[in-house]
């Protein structure tokens, strides 16, 4: 089954940039959504369709991607940043949704 | 303003049944294909089921194909998931989410409820 690999976690300093990257096959042909989930909370959507974004969530949050890799991009990171990031594509060859494995984002 | 609220979960024995429901309001429910989405104790986010808009088309993830039916009543505004034939590995938070109408993404989510699959 069709397989989106996320690093386990990322670590960053107030005010760096935080980089989360989604890859399997396909990522490239399909459109790529982001969600951030904080604990014992529902997720939110915070990127769709490879790098637009909801109203109410900050510039500093963007998508990209390149060839089979998606990249949700955190700048200027703050302590309210701290959560899982999970991508997400609809395989098209299945018609099933497939989430990634998931990031822990930690501020130091 | 748009509004998931689940319910119906709770613990069960392993092989037993349950039926989790999703009240929506704020929005035109009828309108949109809505999703299944479940997350197990400390995992990641598992995409369950996803139904269009009459109830007339339904995808299943491959672990719950067969024992889970996804359905809706566009009269009373709710979308259901039938779970049979349960086993301890479905044991998670069970999430609804809408589908946005232009691609494949959830844009707004319920709460949860919790199903505990244990003797």
């Known amino acids: 089954s069709y397989v989106l690999t996320q690093p386990p976690s990322v670590s960053v300093a107030p005010g760096q940039t935080a980089r989360i990257t989604c890859g399997g096959n396909?990522?490239?042909?399909?459109?790529v959504h982001w969600y951030q989930q904080k604990p014992g909370q529902a997720p939110v959507l915070v990127v769709y369709?490879?790098?637009d974004r909801p109203s109410g969530i900050p510039e500093r949050l963007s998508g990209s991607k390149s060839g089979n890799t998606a990249t949700l991009t955190i700048s200027r990171v703050e302590a309210g940043d701290e959560a899982d990031y999970y991508c997400?594509?609809?395989?098209?060859?299945?018609?099933?949704?497939?989430f990634g494995t998931g990031t822990k984002v930690t501020v130091l | 303003e748009v509004q998931l609220v689940e319910s119906g979960g709770g613990l069960v024995q392993p092989g037993g049944s349950l039926r989790l429901s999703c009240a929506a309001s704020?929005?035109?429910?009828?309108?949109?294909?809505m999703y299944w989405v479940r997350q197990a104790p400390g995992k990641g986010l598992v995409w369950v089921s996803r139904i269009n808009t009459d109830g007339s088309s339904a995808s299943y993830a491959d672990s719950v194909k067969g024992r889970f039916t996804i359905s809706r009543d566009n009269a009373k505004n709710t979308l259901y998931l039938q779970m049979n034939s349960l086993r301890a590995e479905d044991t998670a938070m069970y999430y609804c989410?809408?589908?946005?109408?232009?691609?494949?993404?959830?844009?707004?989510w319920g709460q949860g409820t919790l199903v505990t699959v244990s003797s």
């Open positions: 989410a809408r589908k946005a109408d232009d691609s494949n993404y959830g844009d707004y």
């Open positions: 704020g929005f035109s429910f009828s309108s949109y294909w």
């Open positions: 997400q594509v609809w395989d098209s060859s299945s018609d099933q949704d497939v």
């Open positions: 396909n990522v490239g042909r399909n459109n």
């Open positions: 369709d490879d790098s």
